[in-house]
């Protein structure tokens, strides 16, 4: 199955070209790159509603190396449900960056999944499944939009601030 979304972002894309590439996993969480470097593996709660945490599923994700194509920097995935393979679909797919003007981006996740349990599984995805995965989608994005939009602070701000 196909899957795509994108978000815009109120932030300049030479901006957000050097923050992804400076630190390519707070795309994650702010927090992620310095976990990760320690070998630790890159895990998030994917929620299908914003606000809801207890309704979704901890997956562990995989970023590539960005690169550019054309006037976009792109970024490979792979997300998967750790312990649950069978239940839930790997998602595999590309995170874009673009230029929309001056001060705006636009940031696209497009992607593909097979779901779990065959022909059943596949009839279960056109009724209903397929809803859920672009609602995680969009919740994906959403957190990645606001990691980015978070300002860039040359110092810690100290504890009581």
Do not use: C
């Amino acid at each position: 199955m196909l899957i795509q979304d994108f978000v815009q972002i109120d932030r300049d894309f030479d901006e957000i070209r050097a923050l992804v590439r400076s630190d390519l996993h707070a795309l994650i969480a702010p927090s992620a790159g310095a976990a990760y470097r320690e070998g630790e593996r890159l895990s998030l709660r994917l929620t299908p509603l914003l606000g809801v945490p207890h309704i979704g599923k901890t997956i562990d994700v995989d970023l590539a190396a960005p690169y550019e194509r054309e006037d976009r920097l792109v970024v490979p995935m792979h997300w998967w449900a750790p312990g649950a393979t069978r239940l839930f679909p790997h998602l595999d797919g590309d995170l874009e960056f673009a230029p929309l003007g001056a001060r705006t981006s636009q940031i696209t996740l497009m992607g593909s999944y097979d779901p779990p349990f065959g022909f059943v599984g596949r009839r279960a995805d056109v009724l209903l499944l397929h809803r859920i995965a672009e609602a995680s989608i969009r919740s994906f994005l959403v957190r990645v939009s606001r990691n980015l939009e978070r300002p860039v602070r040359d110092a810690p701000i100290p504890a009581g601030v």
